[in-house]
Each structure stands twice: as structure tokens, then as C-alpha cells.
């Protein structure tokens, strides 16, 4: 079994014809993209490093190095799976991103917003129908937190508040203090984003739908919220979750020159496929 194997299995997609998935070892975060003919989800892949001297391998992902040993393979594996589940969740959504936001005039701020609207959905979606996959997205969070830098040591304002944003969404807290006014806007982001999952989840059971114009209204509420905080310069995400462009709210970890990195498919496979 290949990559691409083990990602069409885990996949929630399951009609191939909507959705195309391919890897790039080259990525260090998935890139959502969609045309005419459905989506494309396009995956990194783990990377196995040696050190020379003492021969000992490790391997890498999203960013993350783990000990090649039998915990490291499944922390790998566990991040990797968050990723396709998030990711191909997103494909199933009936409304059409477009409407939402268009990609040809969204701004960097639209890019957030739109996501940020659009993982509702996968959040929803999960939570309703396929609970168990969210473990390895807590996982995937946890790992996230822990490499947040803290919101006070961040000097853009807005970034500040959508770093404060994803946290309290994803891992029910902010990492570090925000001034009085960001506390208030993060708190109105998180209301009106909470406000659509239940008008969301509230549709998911009923299999409706109708919760396209509730997407677009929640990002017309929290746009002006946002750009009120001063210049946009990012539209920062989580690692596993689809790219957004420059993202400066993780601390930077230094990789080791003396490590030589090796594509090896096949190796690298064996870590994740349990």
C-alpha cells in the first residue's frame, strides 16, 4: 500500500471523480484547492532523517521530529491521519466556497475568515457523523498548542486575535494575555463561529443544507471586527489543516545541518500505515 492508498482509505470522500489527493515531500503543510471539477488535496510526506554520528533516525512531519521508534511512528501516523480527515472533510460540503468568498477577490483577511467559516463545517461534520476520527484531530491540536507562540509575544494586533482564535476553537484556550479590546473581539469571533456550528450541526441532522446565507452572514459579522484591529499581514492556520499563506504564530525550531533527510516512501510508509 502507498501513500496515496492509504489516504484514499482514510479519506471521507469517497467519490473520486470530486476529489483528487496527491503528495509533494516538498510541502511542509496540505494546500486545498479547488476548479471546476471538484477539489485537490495535496499532502506532505514524513521524512526520515539519519544522523551520521550516532546513526540514529528520526522522523519528521508538519514540522514535528519524532524518534523513530514505535511511539514516534504513531505520533506520525496520528498527525498524519488528522490531516486527510480534516482535509477531505472539507470536500463534502454543499455549499460552494465560492459563494462564501470568492477566491478572486478574497483578501488576506477573506482567505481567514474563509476558512475559519469553512472549518466550522468540518468541525461540525465530524462531531455529527464520525466522532471517532477526533481523536487524532485533538492529537493534531494538542501538538499545535504546545507550539503556539504566546499571544502577547506577537506584535501584529489582528494576528494576535486570530492566533487567540484558533486556539480557543480548536483547543479551548488562549496560549499567553490579549489586551481588553482584543479579549472582546476574540470573544465575538468565537460566539458568532460557535453560533454557526450549532445552526450547523442543528441542519446535519435534519440533512439539510440550509446553512449557506449562516455562512456568509457569520463572515460578514467578523470581517469589520477584524480589520478594525489594524493592518492585515497573515491568515495563520494550524499544521495540519489546509495552507493559508504565511503563518508566524508557531515558534521556529532549527533543523540539525548534520541530518541527512531521505525520501524513502516506502520506509517512511511503514511508520503511519497501522
Not at 81 to 95: D, N, Q, S
Not at 96 to 122: C, H, I, Q, W, Y
Not at 167 to 185: D, H, I, R, W
Amino acid at each position: 500500500m502507498g501513500f496515496l492508498d492509504y489516504a484514499a482509505l482514510l479519506s471521507l470522500q469517497k467519490d473520486n471523480m470530486k476529489t483528487g489527493i496527491c503528495v509533494d515531500p516538498n510541502l511542509k503543510q496540505p494546500t486545498l484547492t479547488q476548479n471546476k471539477a471538484g477539489f485537490n488535496v495535496t499532502l506532505p510526506l514524513p521524512l526520515v532523517a539519519v544522523n551520521p554520528e550516532t546513526e540514529k533516525k528520526t522522523v519528521s512531519f508538519l514540522g514535528y521530529t519524532f524518534p523513530a521508534d514505535d511511539q514516534g511512528k504513531d505520533k506520525v501516523g496520528r498527525l498524519f491521519r488528522a490531516c486527510v480527515y480534516h482535509l477531505t472533510t472539507h470536500t463534502l460540503i454543499k455549499v460552494n466556497p465560492e459563494s462564501v468568498a470568492p477566491s478572486k477577490k478574497r483578501t488576506m483577511l477573506g482567505n481567514f475568515v474563509n476558512s475559519l467559516v469553512n472549518d466550522t463545517f468540518v468541525n461540525a461534520y465530524l462531531t455529527a457523523w464520525y466522532p471517532d476520527k477526533l481523536a487524532d484531530i485533538a492529537y493534531a491540536n494538542s501538538l499545535a498548542y504546545t507550539g503556539l507562540r504566546p499571544v502577547n509575544s506577537i506584535f501584529n494586533p489582528v494576528t494576535r486575535v486570530m492566533s487567540a482564535v484558533l486556539s480557543t476553537l480548536n483547543m479551548g484556550e488562549v496560549k499567553g494575555t490579549l489586551q481588553p479590546e482584543e479579549e472582546n473581539a476574540v470573544n465575538f469571533v468565537v460566539e458568532k463561529v460557535g453560533g454557526l456550528k450549532e445552526e450547523m450541526m442543528m441542519g446535519l441532522a435534519m440533512e439539510s443544507t440550509e446553512y449557506g446565507e449562516a455562512m456568509v452572514t457569520t463572515s460578514q459579522e467578523i470581517v469589520p471586527v477584524l480589520e478594525d484591529l489594524g493592518p492585515i499581514l497573515e491568515a495563520p492556520s494550524l499544521q495540519y489543516m489546509e495552507d493559508n499563506g504565511d503563518c508566524t504564530i508557531f515558534a521556529r525550531k532549527a533543523i540539525p545541518v548534520s541530518y541527512t533527510h531521505l525520501r524513502a516512501h516506502e520506509t517512511v510508509l511503514d511508520l503511519v500505515c497501522r
